[in-house]
């Protein structure tokens, strides 16, 4: 039988939404106030899903401090009070908004994870809006 096991975590970042190849006046025209040269913060609410067999003899699907290493190690000492579109890479090029943001962090977790569980992220931006990623 196949369950779901969680881990909620929480960070700080901040971050501009911006487009390089466009105008400062369409960047501000299309992301308003996060288009702040000077950016925005933004407290995060992430949960990352895994989805996986119920071992018969251990009963897990997966250690749930092996999980929480793995987003404490892989996720927060990545995300947690950095500035996104400076300090990581992964936003040289892409604009980090909460549906980029899940697909990074869903990236970096998939490659850790054993390729026979499945991994869903749920990511609040704030209390109102979330995203979950990939959406199937
Ligand atoms: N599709 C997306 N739309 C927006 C994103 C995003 O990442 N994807 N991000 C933002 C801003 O970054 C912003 O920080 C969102 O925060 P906020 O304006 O506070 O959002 P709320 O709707 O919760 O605020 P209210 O107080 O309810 O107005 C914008 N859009
Ligand atoms: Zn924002």
């Given at each position: 039988m196949r369950a779901i096991i969680a881990r909620k975590?929480?960070?700080?970042?901040?971050?501009?939404?911006?487009?390089?190849?466009?105008?400062?006046?369409?960047?501000?025209?299309?992301?308003?106030?996060?288009?702040?040269?000077?950016?925005?913060?933004?407290?995060?609410?992430?949960?990352?899903?895994?989805?996986?067999?119920?071992n018969p003899i251990t009963g897990y699907v997966m250690r749930t401090e092996d999980l929480a290493v793995l987003v404490k190690t892989q996720v927060l000492n990545k995300f947690d009070h950095k500035n996104l579109n400076l300090d990581l890479e992964e936003f040289e090029r892409l604009n980090p908004t909460i549906e980029n943001i899940a697909m990074v962090i869903w990236r970096i977790l998939r490659e850790k994870l054993d390729p026979k569980l499945d991994l869903k992220i749920r990511l609040y931006e704030t209390e109102r809006n979330f995203v979950e990623f990939p959406a199937s």
């Open positions: 975590e929480h960070f700080n970042a901040a971050y501009r939404l911006h487009n390089p190849d466009w105008s400062e006046e369409k960047n501000q025209d299309i992301f308003g106030p996060y288009n702040n040269p000077n950016y925005h913060g933004c407290n995060f609410d992430l949960e990352v899903q895994v989805i996986g067999e119920i």
